[in-house]
T-cell receptor
Framework: GAVVSQHPSRVICKSGTSVKIECRSLDFQATTMFWYRQFPKQSLMLMATSNEGSKATYEQGVEKDKFLINHASLTLSTLTVTSAHPEDSSFYIC???????????FGPGTRLTVT | AQSVTQLDSHVSVSEGTPVLLRCNYSSSYSPSLFWYVQHPNKGLQLLLKYTSAATLVKGINGFEAEFKKSETSFHLTKPSAHMSDAAEYFCVVIGTKGAQKLVFGQGTRLTINP
């Protein structure tokens, strides 16, 4: 149990375009989902926290208009990178949490390359 | 705020020998601590967690960690390394009491030599 999927696993897009990444909890209801960014050989950096049905809370320094997060249901959150630039190329990982449980279940990640 | 420091960025051991990955934490209250493993280009998998129960925590794949309050440490160990243990390991603490955020250490890359 507690499986989180991400789609796509890998995406290449041109500079200036937008790309959407989906995060799904497959066998549980995720009241809270998290989006992380990981640069090569570095740790995970929390970008934002989203609770189902409400606006996401962004970490300091993360542009909310550039990284649009939607958590419309208890099993789906999406991250849209708008007007992507090469510096947005990174590994994006989502996680999901059940109500009242500390543990976060992580997705397999999405490798974004902006050319 | 809570924080964790992983004392080694890279650890290299021979197959069959013990593994020790070190983590110190800073917390103003009794923390919840986790160890996660990440294989290349993969998401994170929970190895084990400490949430104020037994101080010696056993996890998956033969790993265990001991919570030592006097030393503010939560080191990860395994008696005998296997080639499949080669990965990145993260020590993680809950950010603030009752909050949701995880605070990650810098990571330790474990290499296993044949």
């Amino acid at each position: 149990g507690a499986v989180v999927s991400q789609h796509p696993s890998r995406v290449i897009c041109k500079s200036g375009t937008s790309v959407k990444i989906e995060c799904r909890s497959l066998d549980f209801q995720a009241t809270t989902m998290f989006w992380y960014r990981q640069f090569p050989k570095q740790s995970l950096m929390l970008m934002a926290t989203s609770n189902e049905g409400s606006k996401a809370t962004y970490e300091q320094g993360v542009e909310k208009d550039k990284f649009l997060i939607n958590h419309a249901s208890l099993t789906l959150s999406t991250l849209t990178v708008t007007s992507a630039h090469p510096e947005d190329s990174s590994f994006y990982i989502c996680s999901a949490r059940r109500l009242g449980i500390y543990e976060q279940y992580f997705g397999p990640g999405t490798r974004l390359t902006v050319t | 705020a809570q924080s964790v420091t992983q004392l080694d960025s890279h650890v290299s051991v021979s197959e069959g020998t013990p593994v020790l990955l070190r983590c110190n934490y800073s917390s103003s209250y009794s923390p919840s601590l986790f160890w996660y493993v990440q294989h290349p280009n993969k998401g994170l998998q929970l190895l084990l967690k400490y949430t104020s129960a037994a101080t010696l925590v056993k996890g998956i794949n033969g790993f265990e960690a001991e919570f030592k309050k006097s030393e503010t440490s939560f080191h990860l160990t395994k008696p005998s390394a296997h080639m499949s243990d080669a990965a990145e390991y993260f020590c993680v603490v809950i950010g603030t009491k009752g909050a949701q955020k995880l605070v990650f250490g810098q990571g330790t890359r474990l290499t296993i030599n044949p």
